[in-house]
T-cell receptor, first 113, second 112 residues
Framework: DADVTQTPRNRITKTGKRIMLECSQTKGHDRMYWYRQDPGLGLRLIYYSFDVKDINKGEISDGYSVSRQAQAKFSLSLESAIPNQTALYFC????????????FGPGTRLTVL | GENVEQHPSTLSVQEGDSAVIKCTYSDSASNYFPWYKQELGKRPQLIIDIRSNVGEKKDQRIAVTLNKTAKHFSLHITETQPEDSAVYFCAASTSGTYKYIFGTGTRLKVLA
């Protein structure tokens, strides 16, 4: 599903470094999400945004921040990366309607040394 | 808080057999239940979903059942094939929240 893209796809960084993960979508969806995937823990919501002026914390927002630069772009930042932030990160989008499908990007594998 | 429990965490079946994955949710207001399949190294993709106004939905070899009273729903895969091997996630969502709560995933292995 090339409608949701993430950059970079893989990143290795060091403890204390600032890093930004970017998500872009061409679906025209208003709602965008950042998830973290860890083995055995499933997909956990970090932040979500319903439009460019609406940002909300998810269940595990500590240590992360986000920016919704435009309807199509939603970035996740780690201000000072730590090793337990090593994980697979997914961006997702959803469109109009009371309940609707979420479409995932290809993921970014982040390793913090 | 809201929670979705998913069992089993791993499941191995012989090719051609059926597989069943079960999820239980805590929020009685939940009314939308999607299932995602994640192949190795790939993104999660929706394979089937069910809304609270129906009890069962089928799509070829896959089906989902919902028991609102017991607050649980299940994914059924019949005539399993090697390409069904993947991690499957259930989720629950409530109208108006636009958020999913995901289960922890089930790794299905179909043995040839």
């Amino acid at each position: 599903d090339a409608d949701v893209t993430q950059t970079p796809r893989n990143r290795i960084t060091k403890t204390g470094k600032r890093i930004m993960l970017e998500c872009s979508q061409t679906k025209g969806h208003d709602r965008m999400y950042w998830y973290r995937q860890d083995p055995g823990l499933g997909l956990r919501l970090i932040y979500y945004s319903f439009d460019v002026k609406d940002i909300n914390k998810g269940e595990i927002s500590d240590g992360y921040s986000v920016s919704r630069q435009a309807q199509a772009k939603f970035s996740l930042s780690l201000e000072s990366a730590i090793p337990n932030q090593t994980a697979l990160y997914f961006c997702a989008t959803s469109g109009e309607g009371a309940v609707d499908t979420q479409y995932f990007g290809p993921g970014t594998r982040l390793t913090v040394l | 808080g809201e929670n979705v429990e998913q069992h089993p965490s791993t499941l191995s079946v012989q090719e051609g057999d059926s597989a069943v994955i079960k999820c239980t949710y805590s929020d009685s207001a939940s009314n939308y239940f999607p299932w995602y399949k994640q192949e190795l190294g790939k993104r999660p993709q929706l394979i089937i979903d069910i809304r609270s106004n129906v009890g069962e939905k089928k799509d070829q070899r896959i089906a989902v059942t919902l028991n609102k009273t017991a607050k649980h729903f299940s994914l059924h895969i019949t005539e399993t094939q090697p390409e069904d091997s993947a991690v499957y996630f259930c989720a629950a969502s409530t109208s108006g929240t636009y958020k999913y709560i995901f289960g922890t995933g089930t790794r299905l292995k179909v043995l040839a």
